[in-house]
């Protein structure tokens, strides 16, 4: 009888492959970890700015979350997120928490 030949990879050559695998995880991880960020701060940004427009728009005096909540200035997301993150109002300008 004549013997099959099997055909599989040898050691060397799955030590290679996971050798590039582990530097292809080594080079993404921390680029994904910064783009997480930039989101995050991109998103903050712009949630900042749709609270300063509709405490700009308000017209009456002193406005506070809840106010600008029953004025239908901001939905409620939006006002429990502004007083959950910690947003404050100070003479008209909308300030960002500090993280």
Do not use: C
């Not at 903050?44 to 609270?51: E, I, K, S, V, W």
């Not at 600008?68 to 003479?91: C, F, M």
Request: proline share 3%; aromatic share 8%.
């Amino acid at each position: 009888m004549a013997q099959k030949k099997h055909s599989a990879f040898t050691l060397i050559e799955m030590v290679i492959v996971l050798f590039i695998i582990s530097l292809l995880l080594l080079i993404i991880i921390p680029n994904v970890n910064q783009q997480k960020k930039s989101a995050e701060n991109k998103t903050n940004h712009a949630f900042r700015t749709t609270l300063q427009t509709q405490v700009d728009m308000y017209e009456g005096q002193h406005p506070t979350w809840e106010i600008l909540r029953k004025e239908h200035y901001l939905s409620d997301a939006q006002a429990k997120k502004a007083i959950d993150d910690g947003y404050e109002i100070e003479a008209g300008n909308v300030v960002a928490p500090h993280k």
